[in-house]
């Protein structure tokens, strides 16, 4: 199984955030969950902030279709990337070598 799931035309990401990185990037998998290296500081939701700036920039999508839908408060979360067009989720999975596979 993938770092996430189609639901619809949205697709639910698992992510593991590194908070105070030196570099922003995708560093591999944890698990199933893709590990995100952010300089931001996990205080007062900048760490949540920054991943969801950085997916956006990624994905070439707006930050109101990037959705922190569970983990507000933990390294491990969940984001819905809403309507992303499958041809940027797979080249954003083949640009940071992670496998693409899919549920549902």
Known sequence: MGPGCWHGGDYHLEVCVQPRASREGVT???GRAVRI???A????GAANQALIRFMAQELRLAKGRVELVHG????NKRLCL???PEGDLRAFFIRWQIPADTCG
């Open 41 to 44: 500081p996990p205080v007062d």
């Open 82 to 84: 809403k309507d992303v």
């Open 72 to 75: 507000e408060r933990s390294r």
């Open 28 to 30: 591999g998998l944890r």
């Open 37 to 39: 290296a952010l300089n």
